[in-house]
């Protein structure tokens, strides 16, 4: 759905204002077979949990699950950053856990197999959707109008992070505009021994991503451009982003080894010092903050000028897909599952937001929000959300996401060009379009 100005400016309003949160109460009609004698009722839940911007929100989210639902035992299984492999394993081997945390391209082929609760009609997916901030819905209720998991975050975004005393000290003038000047400033970085930009491209979403950001600049409905009927090649806009990352890459922005390089790696690089630039999304604020202070920033997507570069510094690398947690299918404790997966969604973004002072929640929080936010996301509160002029739009036909996602990734190397991606990408849309 088209996002625009007042929208999103109404949204920001909202978030600062004090309204109610979502409440799940205390199921007491589920069978207790995965429970033990005394009436406690387990159920393992799949979910994040491997840094403070994670363990915190989860560790708070099952401490206030205690008090509302004391008979709920929670066993931890922590989630792999693998695009959704292990989830995938699990349900081929028929071990899903009760409850699981998910994105659209996962919950799309486990609503095919069968192996998500769709939760239309349940009575917590009223009352969730009576919190929802304005301009979130879309990550609630999916393209098929079904909704599969509860959202414990708002609208994300990616974003280019960046260490000032490094770009200081080499000599380059920040932000950098334009393509040319990126390519032109990995040049100097790599010269003076640093890795320009980290990134974790064993990961293939995050290639993704920085392509996204990429075509925004030129298209701002980003991929969701490519699923109108008709459209049986790469746009323009995609062509030149494409070319783009291209340069990018043949100008030494990106390690090496970036396509083995996992999250841990690349942000460690970034955090020692070693690399002057990280990709990621805009939850990286607080480590970054927390682990380099008032050295690093953020800035804007490149562009090819810095006339196109002003126009589209407000065109939003994010979309509202469907994503959260969401339930088994298959779950013993199905009715008490669905109630803990929209609790622990709903009390995760209270703590982002009364904790960490982020705004980017998806329900209604009728607590004050932290009042040490960290300066980049003041930046975001202040200047950019209440300009966001766009958000890039979902693109659900998973036959061409995946096939952004594997030529993405192989940007990364340097026997891949440019015109394999395009003549990929359009054999693929020849078929599916």
């Known amino acids: ?29 589920a069978s ?15 979910a994040q949990h491997f840094d403070d911007d994670t363990i915190k929100p989860f560790d708070y ?38 409850v699981y945390l998910a994105d659209w391209s996962v919950l799309q082929t486990f609503a095919k197999s069968k192996n998500v609760e769709v939760l239309d009609n349940y009575d917590t997916t009223a009352e969730f959707k ?44 920040t932000p950098l505009k334009t393509i040319d000047q990126m390519a032109d ?26 392509y996204n950001g990429l075509v925004t600049r030129e298209q701002p409905r980003g991929f969701g451009a490519l699923e109108e009927k008709g459209v049986k090649a790469l746009p323009e806009a995609f062509v030149t982003a494409a070319q783009q990352m291209k340069q990018l890459q043949r100008a030494g922005l990106f390690d090496a080894n970036a396509t083995n390089t996992n999250y841990d790696q690349a942000s460690s690089l970034f955090y020692q010092g070693k690399a002057a630039m990280f990709v990621n999304g805009q939850w990286e ?11 690093v920033d953020w800035m804007y997507w490149p562009a090819k000028d810095e006339a196109t570069y002003e126009k589209s510094k407000y065109f939003i690398d994010g979309s509202g897909s469907p994503q959260g947690y969401a339930v088994s299918a298959n779950s013993k404790n199905k009715e008490t599952a669905v109630k803990v997966a929209a609790f622990l969604a709903s009390k995760s973004a209270e703590y982002r937001y009364t904790q960490l002072g982020s705004p980017i929640v998806p329900v ?70």
């Open 364 to 433: 209604k929080v009728d607590k004050p929000m932290a009042s040490n936010v960290p300066a980049m996301m003041q930046r975001v509160v202040k200047e950019l959300l209440p300009n966001a002029q766009e958000y890039a739009q979902l693109l659900s036909n998973t036959k061409i996401q995946n096939t952004i996602n594997d030529n993405t990734q192989n940007m990364m190397v340097d026997n891949f060009s440019e015109n394999d991606f395009v003549s990929n990408l359009n054999s693929t849309l020849n078929k599916e379009n």
């Open 285 to 295: 604020i607080y480590s970054s903050q927390e682990k380099l202070g008032d050295q």
């Open 32 to 46: 207790s077979n995965n429970g033990s004698g005394d009436g406690t009722i387990k159920l393992k839940v799949y």
């Open 185 to 210: 400033a990995a040049k100097k970085l790599k010269a003076a021994g640093y890795v320009p930009m980290s990134i974790f491209a064993k990961e293939k979403w995050i290639t993704t991503a920085f």
């Open 61 to 98: 989210a099952v401490a206030e699950l205690k008090k509302k639902m004391p008979n709920v035992e929670i066993e931890l299984d922590p989630a792999v950053q693998d695009g959704g492999q292990k989830l995938k394993t699990y349900a081929a081997t028929g071990n899903m856990p009760d």
């Open 130 to 173: 009576k919190s929802l901030n304005p301009g979130v819905e879309s990550r609630l209720v999916a393209p098929d109008n079904h909704v599969y998991a509860y959202p414990e975050t708002g609208i994300e975004f990616q974003m280019i992070y960046y260490n000032k005393s490094i770009f200081e000290k080499v000599g380059i003038k």
């Open 1 to 29: 759905m088209k996002k625009n100005l007042k929208i999103w400016s109404a949204a920001l309003l909202v978030l600062t204002m004090s309204v109610g949160l979502v409440a799940c109460g205390e199921d007491n009609s």
